[in-house]
């Protein structure tokens, strides 16, 4: 059931996406990938648990996910996005941070949320990408940011 689908896009369930894009546990941010739409926009899904190792030191009296994190997983969905896009030849490809713009951290996000990480492809220009993208949980806007990539052969 590697994909499927649905009325509003494409699912890539998590053996798909490990195939799209080369990170692993710990550093996987995002457990399946809903709503693609080729070229357009993906939405990541993320659920967050407190057996995530980096809630042992962010905090332990109160565990909350760090923002850099939830970035990556926003730049973990935009990869699939561009693999999904520019089809197998670009499995397996790097994608780089080129910048990162206007983040906002608006709620905290905790175990037992489950992120919602929608990107926008705003352009592409050769293997420059430029992306928007919002964390939500239960509709809640929890973090936005507009953000570059570069895509590199690995």
């Known amino acids: 059931m590697d994909t499927v689908e649905n009325q509003t896009g494409k699912v890539?369930?998590?053996?798909?996406v490990m195939q799209m894009i080369p990170h692993r546990y710990p550093f996987l941010m995002v457990d399946k990938v809903i709503d693609v739409v080729p070229d357009l926009s993906a939405t990541g899904v993320?659920?967050?648990?407190?057996?995530e190792p980096h809630f042992q030191g962010h905090f332990p009296q109160r565990p909350i996910m760090?923002?850099?994190l939830i970035i990556e997983s926003m730049a973990q969905t935009a990869a699939v996005l561009v693999v999904e896009t520019l089809g197998p030849r670009a499995e397996g490809k790097l994608v780089y941070f080129m910048s990162v713009d206007n983040a906002r951290f608006r709620k905290p996000v905790v175990p037992g949320d489950t992120l919602f990480v929608?990107?926008?492809?705003?352009?592409s220009r050769g293997n420059v990408w430029r992306f928007h993208g919002e964390a939500r949980v239960d509709g809640a806007l929890m973090a936005?940011?507009?953000y570059a990539a570069m895509i590199m052969d690995s």
């Open 66 to 68: 760090p923002g850099v």
């Open 118 to 123: 929608h990107v926008v492809k705003e352009r």
């Open 46 to 51: 993320k659920n967050v648990t407190v057996s």
């Open 144 to 146: 936005e940011a507009t």
């Open 12 to 16: 890539i369930d998590i053996n798909r």
